[in-house]
């Protein structure tokens, strides 16, 4: 029986990239599946998780903590702390530190090779290791194959910092390959899967049994999704938040949904006046669960955000959706690859401007550059059937 371990981050939001998949080997007989963490917490967050999708109990093989790094461990107190004292605002800075003094000396990329040997017993066990956690590792001896199941969609140079070296890749965006092969170690073998966006099934498995009626109505309704990041100035909600928020307590023809990137309130002591709280044609969602499940996505008629790649989750659920971005630095963007994307709706610098781009997202319906490979119907089955040919065959 071959042995498939998933390893359980920390971090909610990025459960719902494997759970899928993770449900397709524990139902497969041909597999023992385990899962491995630093923190029991951990595992009780992904029963949670898989308890609301499924509505069953997960149940694995084993469940395992392995040993974190000293350093690991230190970021965890430091961030802690920070929290404690209302210091969430350098949680960016703390972690960039942490990242830097993670890399590897030799090539100055965020490795977790040492993690792996740490825990080489277990490792050494295994015939697939899976992680949305993107840990690359320099494979030693007798180290299983290695798959990234990638969160979210690449639209910056973030990522690229990271150490690469695996053996496939899971995402469905075009022309990541050539992307990572320009700008990162990734191993000339290597492969990427394209044909799978694992959470997109658990996206529409919500909208088919948990859709609760937010507006007693049937109008317009717009999402707004700043980005919580403001290192350059470019996040919308820093400058236009509660100017946003007040256009649409003065437009009761338009629903809003308030559903920022769930780090916004993370790092940032953000504070929403109770005026719009209550206003009946404004929901505000700040930091529940229903911001990483990709839950308000249904609603949507029209994205409203800046600069973060959230919207590709949007664009890949709902092609057709009206989109607009606010150019909160007041940069060049036409100039800039990155926000290419920014092409798919209206641009606007200022919040006079939004009447007007609610006007032309909703009656301008533009070509827009296709982003994703197909994502078929049967894509977990597909993934797994893959996964099993190349490596376990």
């Not at 609301?52 to 107190?77: A, M, N, P, R």
């Not at 972690?95 to 100055?108: D, E, G, I, Q």
């Not at 839950?295 to 664009?315: K, M, P, R």
């Not at 100039?335 to 939004?354: A, E, Q, T």
Request: proline content about 3%.
């Amino acid at each position: 029986m071959k042995k498939i371990a998933f390893e359980v981050s920390d971090n909610v939001a990025i459960y719902a990239h494997m759970l899928p998949l993770l449900r397709a080997f524990i139902e497969n007989t041909e597999f023992s599946v385990s899962l491995y963490a630093v923190s029991e917490n951990s595992f009780s967050k992904l029963q949670t998780e898989y308890q609301f999708y499924y509505g069953q109990e997960l149940v694995v093989s084993e469940q395992v903590i392995l040993s974190d790094s000293h350093l690991s461990k230190l970021k965890k107190v430091v961030v802690a702390v920070a929290k404690k004292y209302n210091l969430t605002m350098f949680l960016p800075f703390i972690r960039n530190v942490f990242t830097s003094l993670r890399k590897n000396k030799n090539n100055n990329l965020d490795d977790f090779s040492s993690f792996y040997k740490r825990n080489a017993d277990f490792f050494l066990k295994q015939d697939i290791i899976l992680t949305t956690d993107l840990k690359g590792c320099a494979a030693f001896d007798g180290f299983p194959k290695l798959v990234w199941l990638l969160h979210g969609i690449i639209s910056n140079d973030n990522p690229f910092y990271k150490n690469w070296s695996c053996d496939l890749v899971v995402s469905p965006q075009i022309g990541l390959i050539d992307k990572l092969r320009e700008k990162t170690n990734f191993p000339i073998n290597s492969k990427v899967y394209t044909n799978a966006y694992l959470k997109y099934d658990l996206i529409k498995l919500q909208k088919d049994f948990c859709r609760e009626n937010i507006f007693q109505n049937k109008k317009y309704t717009v999402v707004y999704n700043p980005h919580w990041d403001n290192g350059s100035g470019q996040s919308s909600w820093f400058e236009f938040g509660t100017e946003i928020l007040d256009f649409f307590y003065n437009r009761k023809d338009i629903n809003l949904i308030f559903a920022p990137h769930i780090s916004l309130s993370k790092f940032y002591d953000i504070k929403v006046p109770e005026k719009y709280a209550s206003c009946n044609n404004i929901h505000i969602d700040l930091n529940s669960d229903a911001l990483v499940r990709g839950t308000y996505i249904s609603y949507a008629d029209c994205y409203l955000g800046d600069v973060s790649s959230q919207y590709f989750e949007f664009l890949l659920c709902k092609p057709d959706i009206d989109a607009i971005f606010i150019n909160a630095a007041n940069f060049d963007w036409r100039d800039s690859s990155v926000y290419s994307y920014w092409n798919d709706g209206v641009v606007i610098d200022d919040v006079k401007s939004l009447s007007m781009a609610l006007n032309s997202a909703g009656t301008m319906k533009r070509v827009r550059q296709k982003r994703f490979h197909e994502i078929p119907d049967d894509q977990v089955e597909n993934l797994l059937l893959y996964i099993k040919s190349i490596f376990l065959e």
